[in-house]
């Protein structure tokens, strides 16, 4: 696995906490009909970028699999951290991608770029929470 952090929240609260706010954790692989580096420079190059000028991300964990350990482990490609400081931000639409005059566009924009990498058909995702039990 090979972990990017593009942002990052700055911890202050107590090992073992609940971290505040609410995470999206999805499992992503890559269209079948692209190559690797494609979904590579898609997902890092495209997508990254266009979730943190339309998201209110206070966290985004970006973690590529490199390596299958079992043959019965899921064949995912990526696993994605994504954290708001609320929950609201993360499931309220008007908050999660901006106010309505641009919610529809931006809403269509996302959809369209991920459908150009994710294989939508074995994408998992799912409403987590995080705790720190020990941190360095």
Partial sequence: MEEALPVSY???WIDGERTPGACLLTLISKKKNIDYATFLHRWH???????????PLWNY???EVKEILTEN????????EEQMRTASDLLNP??????????IPRMITVYADTKSFIDYSSMETYLAAEYLIKTK
């Fill in 10 to 12: 700055q911890k202050t």
């Fill in 45 to 55: 190059n495209g997508h990254t970028p266009l979730s943190l000028k339309i998201h």
């Fill in 61 to 63: 964990v970006r973690n």
């Fill in 73 to 80: 482990t899921a064949a995912f490609n990526g696993i994605v």
């Fill in 94 to 103: 008007l908050k999660f991608f901006g106010n309505p005059l641009i919610i």
